[in-house]
């Protein structure tokens, strides 16, 4: 894997490396289904539902840090999973914290970036009940689950009127 600069990102981001990779996933596939809790075999197609935000971070990332925090003042409008790698100890801070508006887990970083595909961290997925993804793309500091819940219902009007 190269590491890179983002050259088209702003605010806090710029500071973020990317992972290039051939493989990420894209608007309009299918999210594979992996386990992200090894101890209750907990599946991402169980949680998902009929639709999921994905948001995958990291404690050790400062874009994430501080995404997490605006995390707790945010409500998402949708399912928000949030797959963490982050010590135990840290986790369960967060499960303190967040545990009532989301499902967290605790996941290695090898998951995200090979199992989940994600370019970078942040990063976020709205995957539907079909488990496609309708949104990829990474979390700005200013990343705003209502505003893309809100696209994907206006996108979802103007289909049916275009039927």
Not at 84 to 95: A, G, H, L, P, T
Request: aromatic share 8%; net charge negative.
């Amino acid at each position: 894997m190269d590491r890179i600069k983002p050259e088209n990102q702003n605010n806090d981001c710029n500071s973020r490396l990317f992972l290039r990779k051939k493989n990420a996933y894209e608007v309009g596939q299918t999210l594979e289904d992996l386990i992200v809790d090894e101890n209750n075999k907990i599946s991402l197609y169980h949680l998902i539902g009929d639709g999921s935000f994905l948001a995958l971070l990291s404690t050790g990332c400062e874009p994430c840090l501080h995404w997490l925090n605006q995390l707790g003042d945010m409500k998402p409008g949708a399912p928000v999973i949030l797959l963490i790698e982050c010590e135990e100890d840290e986790k369960n801070i967060i499960d303190k914290v967040m545990g009532e508006k989301y499902s967290i887990f605790r996941v290695p970083l090898q998951k995200i970036s090979t199992g989940l595909r994600a370019p970078s961290i942040p990063w976020v997925y709205y995957v539907d009940g079909n488990k496609q993804i309708k949104i990829c793309e990474p979390a700005d500091p200013y990343f705003s689950f209502i505003n893309h819940f809100d696209r994907l219902e206006k996108l979802d009007r103007i289909r049916k009127l275009q039927s």
